[in-house]
Structure formats: structure tokens, C-alpha cells
């Protein structure tokens, strides 16, 4: 998978938030501030949130 951006569901609040998949810093749920994803190697690290489909 090499899609730039991912459509992601906050665990918390269930708010869908289009994150890049490269993030290379924590990005934060927009509703509830929540932590949805977290850098590591390079990559965003999905801490808090679930893919709901990856975006071209
Ligand atoms: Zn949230």
C-alpha cells in the first residue's frame, strides 16, 4: 500500500480525519483531541485511530 493519505476513524469519538501516512508529527482528532497517529520510522503510526480506506 503507497497511498500519501489515509481516511481514519478517532476510537475515541468515531470523528473521520484525513491524516498523510508520512506524518512526521502527532496528529491530533480534530472533534475530541485525541492522539489518532504518532511518527515512527519515517512512517505515521496509527496509536489511535482505525483506517477506514486509504485515499490516491
Ligand atoms: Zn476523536
Given at each position: 500500500m503507497a497511498s500519501k493519505f489515509l481516511?481514519?476513524?478517532c476510537r475515541d469519538c468515531?470523528?473521520?480525519?484525513v491524516v498523510f501516512s508520512?506524518?512526521?508529527s502527532v496528529i491530533p482528532c480534530t472533534v475530541c483531541g485525541?492522539?489518532?497517529t504518532a511518527p515512527s520510522g519515517g512512517k505515521?503510526?496509527?496509536?489511535?485511530c482505525t483506517v477506514i480506506?486509504?485515499?490516491?
Open positions: 481516511k481514519v476513524s468515531g470523528a473521520e480525519v508520512k506524518a512526521t485525541a492522539t489518532l505515521a503510526d496509527l496509536v489511535g480506506e486509504a485515499l490516491e
